[in-house]
């Protein structure tokens, strides 16, 4: 009876260690990953205001400035580029960064915003409805979307990749899609690059990233294509449940801020985005978003504002 006692005391206790080794690690990874929230917030609230005669010179930025609000169409589930935070409810990431800049420029106070939460599929509706001023959310700019809305841009490029569960070894990148089941959203670019890269993939499109990775994770599918920086999204936050397979692929996305059709909020957001380009806030606000939670030590260039 002795014996069995300190066999399951021992017992006990080495699993006490190892729940222990195991929330610390757990900690240890989100840790090395996590945002750091003093020096975001300290950033947005550096920011630049602009000059009353700029913002007269702007039908759009002059409605904002008098309903004293900038209201957004972004996300607040995108690990690196908006995600909420509940402990606090403060929204980080690039492209939460850049509309509190914005909201900042516009109105002297980077908390003057209110968000609506988008996905691929609506992202023109809430322009096109008045809904929002501005839709901040990893928004390529392409040929289609620009019959319907403006863009002011680009802020940022990409390229599509290939994501997969990890320990998969038949999907080695875009040339193995062939014959296999793959999850891209609907509304984004993904569809047409998959048709021209992966003509014989068999395609399922999905509302939302979270259900396309959903249906990764349950073996629904067999890959996930979209944009790689969203895709860095799960790989960061989730790092033995997903891999890229093989290497980018496709032309550059050049995201852009969506704004109502012909608004000439497109010429004064450009000249916003030009000026925290040029004193370094725009590099700043990368490498806490992105660089310094990827491993990147050193800032992409900006791509070439209004081309």
């Given at each position: 009876m002795?014996?069995y006692k300190?066999?399951?005391a021992?017992?006990?206790?080495?699993l006490l260690?190892?729940s222990?080794?195991?929330?610390a690690l757990?900690d240890d990874?989100?840790?090395?990953?996590?945002?750091d929230k003093e020096?975001?917030?300290?950033?947005i609230?550096?920011?630049p205001?602009?000059?009353?005669a700029?913002i007269?010179g702007s039908?759009w930025a002059?409605a904002?400035k008098?309903a004293?609000v900038?209201?957004?169409g972004?996300?607040?589930?995108?690990?690196l580029f908006?995600?909420?935070?509940?402990?606090?409810?403060?929204?980080?990431?690039f492209?939460a960064?850049l509309y509190q800049?914005?909201?900042?420029?516009?109105l002297?106070?980077?908390t003057?915003f209110?968000?609506?939460q988008?996905?691929?599929s609506t992202?023109?509706?809430?322009?096109q409805?008045?809904?929002?001023?501005a839709?901040?959310?990893t928004y390529?700019i392409?040929?289609?979307r620009?019959e319907?809305i403006?863009?002011?841009?680009?802020?940022y490029?990409?390229?599509?990749?290939?994501?997969?569960?990890?320990g998969?070894?038949?999907v080695t990148?875009?040339?193995s899609?062939?014959g296999?089941l793959?999850?891209?959203?609907?509304?984004s670019t993904g569809p047409?690059?998959?048709?021209?890269?992966?003509?014989e993939a068999?395609?399922?499109?999905?509302?939302?990233?979270?259900?396309?990775r959903t249906?990764l994770?349950q073996?629904?599918?067999?890959?996930y294509?979209?944009?790689?920086t969203?895709?860095?999204?799960?790989?960061?936050?989730n790092p033995?449940v997903?891999?890229i397979?093989?290497?980018?692929f496709g032309?550059e996305?050049?995201?852009?801020i969506?704004?109502?059709?012909?608004s000439d909020?497109?010429?004064?957001v450009?000249?916003?985005l030009?000026k925290?380009v040029?004193?370094g806030?725009?590099?700043r606000l990368?490498?806490?978003?992105l660089?310094?939670?990827?491993?990147?030590?050193?800032?992409?260039q900006?791509?070439a504002?209004g081309?």
């Amino acid at each position: 009876m002795k014996a069995y006692k300190k066999t399951l005391a021992f017992l006990l206790t080495m699993l006490l260690v190892v729940s222990a080794a195991a929330l610390a690690l757990a900690d240890d990874a989100a840790a090395a990953v996590a945002i750091d929230k003093e020096a975001f917030d300290a950033l947005i609230a550096s920011g630049p205001v602009a000059d009353e005669a700029d913002i007269a010179g702007s039908a759009w930025a002059t409605a904002v400035k008098e309903a004293g609000v900038l209201r957004v169409g972004g996300t607040r589930t995108s690990f690196l580029f908006s995600q909420l935070d509940e402990t606090d409810d403060g929204l980080r990431g690039f492209d939460a960064g850049l509309y509190q800049l914005l909201a900042r420029y516009i109105l002297g106070d980077e908390t003057k915003f209110e968000l609506t939460q988008v996905d691929s599929s609506t992202r023109e509706s809430v322009l096109q409805s008045g809904q929002v001023d501005a839709v901040f959310a990893t928004y390529s700019i392409t040929p289609s979307r620009q019959e319907v809305i403006s863009f002011a841009g680009p802020y940022y490029t990409s390229r599509q990749a290939v994501l997969v569960k990890a320990g998969n070894t038949e999907v080695t990148g875009v040339d193995s899609l062939a014959g296999k089941l793959v999850a891209t959203q609907s509304g984004s670019t993904g569809p047409a690059i998959l048709a021209e890269y992966a003509p014989e993939a068999v395609v399922q499109e999905f509302a939302t990233d979270i259900e396309a990775r959903t249906a990764l994770e349950q073996g629904r599918v067999d890959a996930y294509v979209t944009d790689y920086t969203l895709l860095l999204n799960a790989i960061v936050k989730n790092p033995s449940v997903y891999e890229i397979a093989g290497d980018v692929f496709g032309p550059e996305d050049n995201y852009g801020i969506g704004l109502p059709l012909n608004s000439d909020g497109v010429a004064f957001v450009n000249a916003f985005l030009t000026k925290v380009v040029e004193d370094g806030t725009w590099a700043r606000l990368w490498q806490i978003s992105l660089g310094d939670r990827t491993g990147i030590e050193t800032a992409p260039q900006a791509p070439a504002i209004g081309e």
